[in-house]
């Protein structure tokens, strides 16, 4: 007799026929059965009849939904869910065959709320393995050991995927982020979340499959406004649970990753318009939230000063292309 499945895996899907029937595939190849719950953003191409024949099978689900977004899709998702755990997984990316086996006798053995794993970066089509600090013990030796020990937050992915989740305390804790934080709506949903679980475990090994190329949504340039509206937000979120100031040099550690590093992407295209108000807002959040951000000390109106000099620059030279 087959076990009854005790994690729900939601995957959360739009206009993803190219790349479900594989990331389908990587979980009827689980060693361990799970419940898979397909939510269709409501896509334009072949999505719906692709998960539509994969629910034919006992233990798939397909809902039907109107386009509002990944977010409003795992949201619709997460209230059928009828299993003890739950995870997510993007519909172009994969688990390991070991995924939920592992990451369930981890929760199970140390009776825990957020499960972790390290991942499989592939970009277009060039894997590497990316690590996280931070030894299992650490996690699981007290309750709330990020609230206890901020350093331990950058040891954890803070993406919706590459966890499992024990959907007793996780479901109505998880505070979705606006949809103006797309496609970043990741981070200030889940970073307020690890930081009040109680009890987490992290397994070593790299379990789950994360596929991006240089066509991602996320990395779109005219997506950094969005970048822009997620640390906004996160910054809000943190305040409002009191985790400021313990957690400031954290919080510059993940603006400094998603925001100022991000600048160099303004060499890579041309719009003055959109990108000098692009650099005002981003020097406005960082000098008005985070005391102190600034890697050595120049006046932050030095770096404004740079990166609108590197727009003006870009333009200038497209300018010349053209002419010439």
């Known amino acids: 007799m087959l076990k009854t499945p005790s994690l729900t895996v939601i995957v959360p899907a739009y206009n993803a026929a190219k790349d479900l029937p594989a990331s389908l ?46 977010n409003a899709a795992r949201q619709a998702a997460l209230r059928v869910v009828d299993t003890p755990y739950f995870a997510f997984l993007d519909a172009d990316d994969a688990w390991e065959p070991t995924f939920a086996e592992e990451m369930l006798d981890a929760a199970v ?38 609230r206890k020990t901020p350093g331990l937050l950058l040891s954890v992915p803070v993406f919706f995927w590459g966890k499992i989740y024990r959907t007793e305390y996780v479901r109505p804790r998880l505070d979705f982020a606006p949809k103006e934080c797309a496609p970043m709506e990741d981070i200030p949903t889940m970073v307020p979340l690890l930081i009040n679980t109680p009890r987490m475990a992290k397994v070593a090994k790299p379990l789950y499959r994360y596929s991006i190329s240089s066509r991602s949504m ?48 303004l060499r890579g295209y041309c719009d003055p318009g959109h990108q000098h108000r692009l650099v005002r807002e981003y020097f406005q959040h960082l000098n008005g939230t985070l005391p102190r951000w600034r890697p050595h000390p120049f006046h932050p109106a030095f770096y404004a000063a740079y990166w609108h000099g590197v727009v003006t620059w870009n333009a200038f030279l497209k300018r010349l292309h053209r002419q010439a």
């Open 109 to 146: 053995r140390y009776d825990a709320d957020v499960v972790f794993c390290p991942y499989l970066c592939v970009y277009d089509g060039v894997e590497r393995q990316v690590s996280y600090g931070g030894e299992g013990e650490a996690f699981a030796r007290d309750e709330l050991p990020i």
């Open 218 to 265: 996320s990395r779109v340039p005219k997506w950094e406004f969005s970048r822009l509206a997620a640390m906004r937000t996160l910054h809000e979120r943190l305040e409002a649970i009191g985790a400021l100031p313990e957690f400031l040099p954290q919080l510059h550690a993940i603006n400094r990753c998603y925001l100022f590093d991000q600048l160099e992407k």
């Open 25 to 70: 595939q990587s979980l009827h190849a689980q060693t361990q059965p799970v419940r898979i719950l397909i939510a269709n953003d409501g896509s334009t191409d072949d999505t719906a009849e692709i998960a539509d024949a994969a629910a034919r099978l006992d233990n798939v689900r397909a809902l039907q939904l109107p386009h509002g977004g990944a």
